[in-house]
């Protein structure tokens, strides 16, 4: 560059000797100082455009890298899978608040001051600086000191797939199961970021195997619940055939028994088309204003008709004025189905009282009884299609166990929950809620029937 401004200069210099011999030195100096001044003002002119432009550039940069930031920050924050950036030294450099869940990670949701809730700003971006842009690098921050991966979870499982990741470069697949803080299991896909980073991704697959576990019991339990019956259809049809239909003592029982077992299958099936139909959606409510107190007593007689020799009482306490928002024909299925359980699995003497309670907008009904009661263990599975809790006895007990299933999902198209509280030995209370008749609905219910 000096090289260049010396020789301009000389051959500047030699030209204007060339062009002015007779100059004298001041007026050549003065000559000088213009012409320099002109270029300076020209050179710095064009300097301060390239300059600003590059200004310009930068503060576009920096916006767009601070927008993927935030983009970034709220992708991680909402992401139901966790995530987890761990350096060569094993230590977390990112997570989100999905792994903070599962880990023992401080929360990343920040507190009120602008600072997480507890522990280091993982899940801030920003400070992650070298992360964006490419190529990503370790964790550079003095202020910062990383978590340490073995602190966060001891799992030999999810740290050495982390090391094989950073030390080998390649991507490793791991199932976790973690027990704490609550028993779950993760797909873990860990793969190398640049290289000196390994990020995992935690994809809870608890439910999806809990779903893999229902369906492959229900198709088993649907065999052996068809199986029963259509032995017994067999079997009867073969003694009949064997001689068995001329013996006019026992004829007409045994055709009485294949018309039995045929009915309970048949009953089966259309149990199973008809959940089928309401858990697609495919069953269409026509919801109008129903009186509790009468539809209850309604079901009542119906099941008092259905187990003679029960032995069972049956109390309501249900308030008159009380209307609910329900399809009369699905609400009284819904009562059919708890009641019906209620005497079943009832012991000889014992009652089932139906109540309701007016809550904010919706009406919460209440069928008790003085039964076996359920097992806590078998309590949430009791919702699920041809689930039967203790087997031994609810073989002696007719049913296929898909009542409460169609019960649930009947209550969940009214837009209520179901839910069940029991006592072994001493008695069951089966829950629901419906939404509460606005008084113009029951008004015309009333006008209806004047
Ligand atoms: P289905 O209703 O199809 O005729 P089910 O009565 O056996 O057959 P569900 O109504 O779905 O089936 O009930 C599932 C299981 O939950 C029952 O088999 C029984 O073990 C248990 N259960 C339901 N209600 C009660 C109750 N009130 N007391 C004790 N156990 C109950
Ligand atoms: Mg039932």
Not at 79 to 86: F, K, S, T
Not at 131 to 143: A, D, E, N, Y
Not at 218 to 241: D, G, K, M
Not at 383 to 399: H, N, P, V
Request: net charge neutral; proline share 4%; with cysteine.
């Amino acid at each position: 560059m000096t090289i260049a401004a010396l020789v301009l200069f000389v051959a500047y210099e030699s030209v204007k000797t060339l062009l002015f011999p007779g100059l004298s030195v001041i007026s050549s100096h003065v000559i000088t100082v213009m012409v320099v001044t002109i270029m300076t003002f020209f050179v710095s002119r064009y300097a301060f455009r390239r300059y600003s432009a590059a200004l310009v550039e930068i503060n576009r940069q920096t916006e767009m890298t601070e927008e993927t930031n935030r983009l970034l920050s709220a992708v991680l924050a909402t992401m139901r899978e966790g995530v987890l950036i761990v350096n060569s030294d094993m230590r977390i450099v990112l997570y989100n608040d999905a792994a903070a869940r599962a880990m023992k990670l401080p929360s990343t949701i920040r507190g009120k001051e602008g600072e997480q809730a507890s522990g280091q700003a993982f899940s801030d971006i920003s400070r992650l600086g070298a992360l964006t842009p490419s190529p990503i690098q370790p964790f550079p921050s003095p202020r910062f000191d990383p978590y340490r991966l073995v602190d966060a979870t001891r799992d030999p499982l999810i740290n050495s797939a982390f090391r094989r990741a950073l030390d080998e470069g390649e991507s490793v697949e791991a199932r976790v199961d973690m027990a704490a803080p609550e028993a779950r299991s993760f797909q873990l896909n860990v793969a190398p970021l640049g290289r000196n980073l390994a990020v995992g991704v935690f994809f809870d697959i608890t439910q999806l195997e809990r779903l893999e576990r229902v369906r492959r019991e229900f198709f088993a339990n649907l065999s052996h619940e068809l199986r029963t019956p259509l032995t017994a259809i067999l079997a009867y049809a073969e003694t009949l055939l064997d001689g068995a239909i001329d013996d006019r003592e026992n004829n007409v029982r045994f055709i009485e028994k294949l018309r039995k077992h045929a009915a309970r299958m048949s009953e089966m099936i259309s149990d199973i088309s008809d959940l089928a139909a309401i858990e697609s959606g495919k069953v269409k409510l026509a919801p109008s204003a129903v009186r509790l107190r009468s539809i209850v007593a309604e079901t009542f007689n119906l099941t008092e008709a259905r187990h003679e020799k029960s032995n069972v009482t049956f109390s309501s306490s249900v308030p008159d004025n009380l209307f609910v928002m329900a399809d009369r024909a699905r609400l009284e299925q819904i009562l059919c189905n708890l009641i019906d359980n209620a005497v079943k699995f009832n012991r000889p003497g014992g009652s089932v009282t139906v109540t309701a309670d007016a809550r904010e907008g919706s009406v919460a009904i209440h069928v008790e009884d003085t039964g076996i009661g359920i097992a806590s263990s078998d309590l949430p599975r009791v919702f699920e299609r041809l689930y039967r809790a203790d087997k031994s006895r609810s073989r002696k007990i007719e049913g296929s166990g898909l009542g409460l299933a169609i019960v649930k999902h009947l209550v969940q198209a009214h837009g209520g929950e179901v839910s069940a509280t029991s006592e072994i030995g001493r008695g069951s209370r089966f829950t629901f809620t419906l939404p509460l008749a606005a008084a113009q609905d029951a008004a015309a219910h009333l006008g209806e029937f004047n």
